[in-house]
């Protein structure tokens, strides 16, 4: 992104960071799959159905939005040599896909 700052590197390219990243990455991508396979369910359950696609894809675009700033934090802990884990994201996340399973099955329960 032009204009936005640099984020920060680390001198061992491939340590938890990038690993993280691309996990993250990989939850984000599978959320937006989710959303779209959601949608062949549209003319079955109606509106409905577009609140969990909402909420699918919410939750994948959060992902992506905070993805730098994990990252940035997770580097600046290893020059600091104290890293600590987002559980807070791990729980959010954790969360929202529960919310979205409890969604389906109310979903699929109104018929």
């Known amino acids: 992104m032009p204009g936005a700052p640099a984020a920060p590197t680390h001198q061992d390219p491939g340590l938890q960071p990038e690993r993280t990243v691309l996990s993250w990455g990989r939850t984000s991508t599978a959320l937006f799959a989710a959303a779209l396979v959601f949608l062949r369910w549209l003319p079955h359950y109606g509106f409905w159905i577009l609140i969990l696609i909402g909420v699918a894809g919410t939750i994948a675009v959060s992902i992506y939005a905070t993805q730098r700033g994990r990252y940035s934090a997770r580097v600046r ?7 600590h884990s987002d559980v807070a994201a791990v729980f959010w996340t954790s969360g929202s896909v529960v919310l979205m399973g409890i969604l389906g099955l109310i979903i699929l329960l109104r018929g």
Request: hydrophobic share 55%.
């Open 77 to 83: 802990g290893i020059a600091a040599e104290r890293v």
